[in-house]
């Protein structure tokens, strides 16, 4: 019942998901790692299905307007900023 | 179903759309940050620690964005489930703030519902399949640059937060019309609810998908094969914002679709873009990348159980029963009904003004001298409601005498809604008085004294002279008589 | 201070007001955000973030009077059971300095063990404040799920993790507890309970007709040297007036995965926002592009090549390290699609059933115990090269953040010099019993 083992493109594939520049290193590295964690992590395939129940339930405010941050403050942590904006990649 | 095959049969439109609309509440739909954008607001001044995404920050649920949602629940006749949740859709994008979407995937808020729209005079009920509650990304600029440096992006997260639903409509629609009737009907309704506001900016987004499938594969009352429909390409139309772009959009899109397969060409699975200034849908293949979200439950909010609230929640007479009833209580036909109740407003105030008046004369006094009024001006009632508190007032002073209508009209209501005067400011001010009727008479007798060739013009035959004499009158009495009275009044004299 | 490297920002603010806390110095944990004080979670990623607003728990340490000392170092993002993953170096277990102190919350088990601060805020997402706790010596609290806001807690695993107190004392632990348990707005998923609370009164080593569980499940596989401990201060807490039986809980062998499981794919989420746009380490500083890393241009940007996808991929490759990415990878891949059901679902169903299990155990006994970890301190260096092996000395701590329950660590004795902690584990929202159960256990 064991999977075969995670190979480098199916890395590369969960590093786009994620969004993580992986070398080819760490590429490798990661593939022989997750073989082991996800061939421990199958033992879950024993688990029966069990019935999850709701404890807590309709937690609200209400719809009232609260102070807000400064444009000075948004903006402290921001690597590049621009007339206020905040500055970011470009979007195809 | 290839391309050749498809080329030698006629062809029949089906269209789905998933509608976004920003709903009217105070605050944003996981924080207090106040929704409403001020008129040329800075960016980045409307934000806290929730809605841009700062580490450690925790989102709560507003209580005004349920209602709404329950209220739309309602009035779409949909079932609103025992228990609904919320849902992280995990995608990477810098308009999103923390980098996954709060929004509902298997437990949305409401289910089945309908609308009914009126198309070419037919009744047409129109499936909602679903719809729910989500936050609003913010908004991106794109920057050129020059030659030598990177492009770049503005991130601005004011709207970040803002409570939308999605509707999503069942693949219902045979044209582009249909899908644009829809949206107004839809429009209407939210409005009418109050949970939305067609004049902000951004508040209605909508993604259409479109096929073509043979003609032969619909029957006689709309239903499409399921396979058909599963074998057919389907286009998706994204960045339309309003009914009209709609239209517009969904039509160039069956025209460059049937184009396509005549001439033996498939038509792609993909992703289109609506420019609305070029009037054409242009393709986003780049980016059709993968969209695996991995949804999971939002831990951070706890369930909501509110099948309940569909009872306890009232909502407003809708405008297809308001209408109907306008035209059973008052008589209207379906013109003026139509118009009276075009927004909530209008029909609230009208329902005012028909409790002192006829409802014939308010309804000429609203839908045609108001609405006349407040169109040219490119205005709605609630721009000026303050000052119609005379309005009422003004009828009266018309309906006994006091001024002529057309004086009411082209002056006084003129002013009132102009300058916020009062009626009878604006008459006395403008001496529109009306005069009394020995003045009048006597005015008559002088005109018909002063003017003896009109007076045998007159009664020689031509009966255009009277009107001459009308004139005379009106002069000599400031305008303020009533032109048809005097007409009257001159014609029982010189006919003696 | 500085040889044992516990602080990541030695800063002192002190409080206006007068409150329970008065006259105390507090350590807090790097993950916690506090305002105008750089909040860094052990990461490079912020290594310049500067919340703009305290988490509440911060208010109300400063509504109670405490003198906060300075932030904490910790594992990166939480992720971690010895402080060495920590981009600002390790730090050291006061009592052996070649040993870890545990983690993440090692920083802050350290400060108070070496008496650099009279108390300290950890956070336990699978054991972190208890690993740490036992393996320094001194007492830590894990509370119920709910009992303690969340807000400004920068978050890992959100369904699993708690803000808990450090301290030299059961009673000392309790005080603080109660000083910032309780219900907060600001959080959906805190409780009532905890409002108004009295912890400390329970630290009274009364536990006459107590019935104490051992889970033999956790006892099994544990050092020699753990156990004869643990099998001692259980054998005082029963002459102290306890009942001692034993349980056993099926569901707990799988209950590190459905941990791991449920943590990796929660982090995958919650980490994703870090993309350097808003704060963080930004795409151009990783290439090397501005100096200092922030720039106001009026002009056109420099060093974004290629599109977002290039450029959050380049800005979180540099601000990571590699336990972080490790499991960020693997909770995106047991969410993806093809997987969420074999692993993701899967370690729900796995939850509930140790729900259900501890349910049961507990209606059984009053307080369940095992050794809060089944080691002794590893010297540092030592664990780094197998993730699994790592992964694997959670196992007697993760059961209870799986369950929602509240657990306490505390010094149960020493074996060979090192520290050994008894793990109390009480029903949902059962701080009073165990911290009865612990305070006659430190007698």
Redesign the interface.
């Known amino acids: 019942m064991s999977d075969s083992p995670?190979d480098a493109d199916?890395?590369r594939h969960?590093?786009?998901?994620?969004?993580?520049?992986?070398d080819r290193e760490?590429v490798e590295a990661?593939a022989s790692?997750?073989a082991?964690?996800?061939a421990?992590?199958d033992?879950?395939?024993?688990?029966?299905?069990?019935?999850?129940e709701a404890d807590?339930v309709n937690?609200m405010?209400p719809d009232e307007v609260r102070e807000c941050?400064s444009q000075e403050?948004?903006l402290?942590?921001?690597?590049?900023?621009?007339?206020g904006y905040?500055?970011?990649?470009?979007?195809? | 179903m290839t391309a050749q095959a498809l080329e030698q049969r006629d062809l029949a439109v089906v269209i789905g759309l998933e509608v976004h609309v920003q709903l009217e509440t105070n605050s944003k739909i996981f924080c207090g940050c106040s929704t409403e954008a001020a008129e040329d607001e800075e960016p980045n001044t409307r934000t806290c620690?929730v809605c841009?995404?700062?580490?450690?920050?925790?989102?709560?649920?507003n209580e005004g964005a349920v209602e709404a949602a329950v209220k739309v629940g309602k009035a779409l006749n949909a079932d609103i489930p025992e228990e609904t949740s919320f849902h992280?859709k995990?995608y990477?994008?810098?308009d999103l703030?923390?980098?996954?979407q709060i929004t509902q995937y298997d437990a949305p808020i409401c289910r089945d519902g309908t609308i009914e729209v009126e198309i070419e005079g037919e009744r047409r009920v129109i499936n909602v399949r679903r719809a729910h509650l989500e936050e609003d990304p913010g908004s991106l600029q794109h920057?050129g640059?020059?030659i030598d440096?990177?492009?770049?992006?503005l991130?601005n997260y004011n709207r970040a937060g803002t409570p939308l639903m999605e509707i999503v409509t069942e693949p219902d629609f045979r044209s582009p019309r249909e899908a644009r009737r829809f949206l107004a009907k839809l429009e209407e309704v939210l409005e009418y609810l109050g949970v939305f506001d067609a004049t902000r900016d951004g508040s209605l987004r909508v993604d259409a998908n479109i096929s073509m499938v043979p003609a032969d594969e619909v029957d006689a009352d709309g239903r499409i094969d399921e396979e058909a429909l599963a074998a057919a390409n389907r286009t998706e139309v994204k960045n339309i914002s309003s009914h009209k772009g709609a239209e517009k959009a969904l039509a160039y899109e069956v025209t460059r679709q049937k184009n396509a397969i005549q001439r033996g060409r498939a038509v792609e699975q993909e992703t289109r873009h609506w420019d609305e200034s070029r009037g054409i849908t242009v393709s986003m293949r780049s980016k059709e990348e993968e969209k695996?979200y991995?949804y999971?439950r939002e831990?951070?909010?706890?369930p909501l159980r509110v099948s309940d609230w569909k009872e306890k929640i009232d909502i407003p007479e809708l405008p297809d029963a308001r209408r109907e009833r306008f035209r059973e209580a008052y008589g209207l036909d379906v013109e003026a009904a139509s118009k009276l109740t075009s927004t909530k407003a209008v029909a609230d105030f009208y329902e005012d003004v028909v409790e002192e008046f006829d409802p014939d004369l308010a309804a000429t006094w609203v839908a045609d001298n108001l609405l006349g009024e407040l169109n040219y001006r490119d205005m709605a009632i609630t721009d000026v409601e303050e000052r119609l508190g005379e309005f009422t007032r003004l009828i009266e002073l018309v309906d006994a005498g006091e001024i002529t209508r057309k004086n009411a009209e082209e002056i006084v209501l003129r002013r009132m809604l102009d300058e916020g005067e009062p009626p009878e400011a604006v008459i006395e001010a403008e001496g529109l008085g009306t005069v009394g009727e020995d003045e009048v008479e006597r005015a008559v007798a002088e005109a018909i004294e002063e003017n003896p060739e009109a007076v045998e013009d007159y009664r020689g035959g031509e009966g255009g002279a009277i009107n001459f004499l009308v004139g005379q009158v009106m002069r000599k009495t400031g305008g303020s008589a009533d032109p048809g009275d005097v007409n009257a009044m001159l014609r029982e004299r010189l006919d003696e | 201070m500085a040889e044992l490297n516990a602080f990541i920002t030695e800063e002192t603010v002190e409080s206006d007001a007068d409150g329970p806390l008065s006259g105390k110095t507090i350590a807090v944990k790097d993950?916690?955000?506090t305002e105008g004080l750089r909040?860094t979670?052990g990461s490079a990623m912020?290594e310049?973030?500067?919340?703009?607003?305290d988490?509440t728990v911060v208010t109300r340490l400063k509504e109670s009077g405490a003198t906060i000392v300075g932030k904490t170092n910790m594992d990166e993002f939480g992720m971690g059971g010895t402080t060495e993953t920590s981009a600002y170096g390790p730090t050291k277990n006061p009592v052996d300095h070649s040993r870890v102190p545990g983690g993440s919350s090692g920083g802050s088990a350290a400060a108070v063990a070496a008496g650099d601060a009279d108390l300290a805020l950890g956070t336990d997402t699978g054991g972190s404040v208890r690993n740490p706790a036992a393996f320094c010596g001194v007492v830590g609290i894990k509370p119920t799920y709910?009992l303690v806001s969340?807000?400004?807690?920068?978050?890992y695993a959100?369904?699993l993790e708690q803000i808990g107190p450090l301290a030299p004392t059961v009673r000392e632990a309790a005080e603080l507890l109660d000083v910032i348990a309780g219900p907060d707005?600001?959080?959906?998923?805190t409780?009532e309970e905890g409002a108004d609370s009295n912890y400390a009164a329970a630290a009274d080593g009364d536990v006459d007709g107590l019935t104490v569980g051992v889970v033999t499940d956790l006892v099994e596989g544990a050092d020699d040297r753990v156990v004869e401990v643990f099998e001692d201060a259980v054998a005082d807490l029963e002459s102290e007036g306890a009942t001692v039986r034993e349980v056993s809980l099926d569901s707990l062998?799988?209950a590190v995965?459905?941990y791991?499981?449920i943590a990796m794919?929660?982090a995958?989420?919650n980490l994703?926002?870090y993309?350097?746009?808003?704060?963080?380490?930004?795409?151009?500083?990783a290439s090397g592009g501005?100096e200092d890393?922030?720039?106001?241009?009026?002009?056109?940007?420099?060093?974004?090549?290629?599109?977002?996808?290039?450029?959050?991929?380049?800005s979180?490759?540099a601000g990571?390290g590699?336990e972080v990415?490790?499991r960020?990878?693997?909770g995106?891949?047991?969410?993806?699609?093809g997987y969420?059901e074999?692993?993701?679902k899967?370690?729900?169903?796995?939850r509930?059933?140790i729900k259900?299990d501890f349910d049961e155990a507990l209606s059984e006994a009053d307080v369940l115990a095992s050794p809060t970890m089944p080691v002794l301190p590893p010297k540092l260096g030592e664990s780094l090269s197998d993730?699994?092996q790592l992964?694997l000395i959670d196992a007697n701590t993760v059961p209870v953040n799986l369950a929602n329950l509240p657990a306490i660590s505390v010094p149960a004795g020493e074996a060979d010099g090192l520290p050994v902690g008894l793990q109390l584990v009480g029903s949902k929202f059962g701080e009073a019993e165990i911290v009865r159960a612990a305070s006659a256990a430190e007698s």
């Open positions: 995670v199916e890395v969960v590093a786009e998901l994620a969004r993580i520049d992986l760490e990661f790692q997750f082991d964690i996800l421990y992590f033992a879950l395939d024993e688990v029966p299905e069990v019935e999850q807590l937690v405010r941050l403050e948004a402290a942590n921001a690597p590049e900023t621009e007339d905040f500055k970011g990649p470009r979007v195809s | 620690p841009l995404g700062l580490p450690g920050a925790l989102p709560v649920l992280r995990n990477y994008y810098p703030p923390k980098n996954f920057k640059g020059s440096a990177a492009d770049y992006t991130v695996d991995r999971f831990h951070d909010l706890p | 993950n916690i955000s909040t979670c912020l310049e973030y500067v919340p703009p607003y988490a709910g969340r807000y400004g807690l920068v978050a959100n369904s707005d600001s959080d959906s998923t409780r062998e799988h995965q459905a791991y499981v794919s929660e995958s989420s994703a926002r993309d350097g746009v808003r704060y963080g380490v930004s795409a151009s500083s501005s890393g922030r720039s106001e241009s009026s002009g056109v940007s420099g060093g974004f090549e290629g599109n977002w996808n290039d450029s959050f991929a380049r979180r490759e990571f590699p990415k490790r960020v990878l693997l995106t891949y047991a969410l993806s699609a969420h074999k692993y993701y899967k370690a729900q169903d796995a509930a059933w259900r993730p699994l992964y």
